[in-house]
């Protein structure tokens, strides 16, 4: 069974940057597609990116292309999502998952394909 911390979350103005690391601890983070959702208060978890088991394929929810970047560290089992230019809309607790694929392009988008989670980590972007 994967076991994911995720860390990195704070307090940033609008336009700033922050990045977010998902550490993995269990099977090898590499069997895995892994995605980066957000939760805001009182909302349904809603998908950020996705990066397949090899790295090779990523996937960007509409609202973060070109603002936010998913990158995986296999020697180091972690799973990072670089945040640049926030906005105060990108609020949030965000969450790391995991999902076992055979595929090495997958990147799932639906949460319910996700099989393991983090705990989250909260972000705030203040206007």
């Known amino acids: 069974q994967v076991q994911l911390v995720e860390s990195g979350g704070g307090l940033v103005q609008a336009g700033g940057s922050l990045r977010l690391s998902c550490a993995a601890s269990?099977?090898?983070?590499?069997?895995?597609?892994m995605g980066w959702f957000r939760q805001a208060p009182g909302k349904e978890r809603e998908f950020r990116a996705a990066?397949?088991?090899?790295?090779?394929?990523?996937y960007y929810a509409d609202s973060v292309k070109g603002r936010f970047t998913i990158s995986r560290d296999s020697t180091r089992n972690t799973v990072y999502l670089q945040m640049n230019s926030l906005k105060p809309e990108d609020t949030g607790v965000y969450y790391c998952a995991a999902y076992r694929t055979s595929s090495f392009t997958a990147t799932p988008t639906a949460a319910r394909d996700y099989d393991y989670w983090g705990q989250g980590t909260q972000v705030t972007v203040s206007s």
């Open positions: 990066i397949s088991r090899s790295g090779s394929s990523t």
């Open positions: 269990g099977p090898p983070s590499s069997n895995y597609a």
